[in-house]
């Protein structure tokens, strides 16, 4: 799937430069940044829900030390 991405000049050059020091195509880069991004936004959430799970399993538990 192709996409087109708007970016700011500065943010554009940026990438011009680190592909051409690791030769490598900017889009490629690009690609792995944004997988990246994905990616950490995934465990995030994932993460999230755990806490969320432990939290409403341990709910009595807490209740009962906040009244010690």
């Not at 030769?23 to 755990?50: D, H, M, P, V, W």
């Given at each position: 799937?192709?996409?087109?991405?708007?970016?700011?000049?500065?943010?554009?050059?940026?990438?011009?430069?680190?592909?051409?020091?690791?030769?490598?195509?900017?889009?490629?880069?690009?690609?792995?940044?944004?997988?990246?991004?994905?990616?950490?936004?995934?465990?995030?959430?994932?993460?999230?829900?755990?806490?969320?799970?432990?939290?409403?399993a341990n709910a009595e538990f807490y209740r009962e030390l906040g009244d010690l």
């Open positions: 799937m192709d996409l087109e991405l708007m970016i700011r000049p500065e943010v554009a050059q940026r990438l011009r430069d680190l592909a051409e020091e690791e030769q490598r195509y900017k889009e490629k880069l690009a690609e792995e940044a944004i997988e990246g991004y994905l990616n950490r936004a995934q465990r995030r959430e994932e993460l999230l829900r755990i806490l969320r799970r432990e939290e409403e």
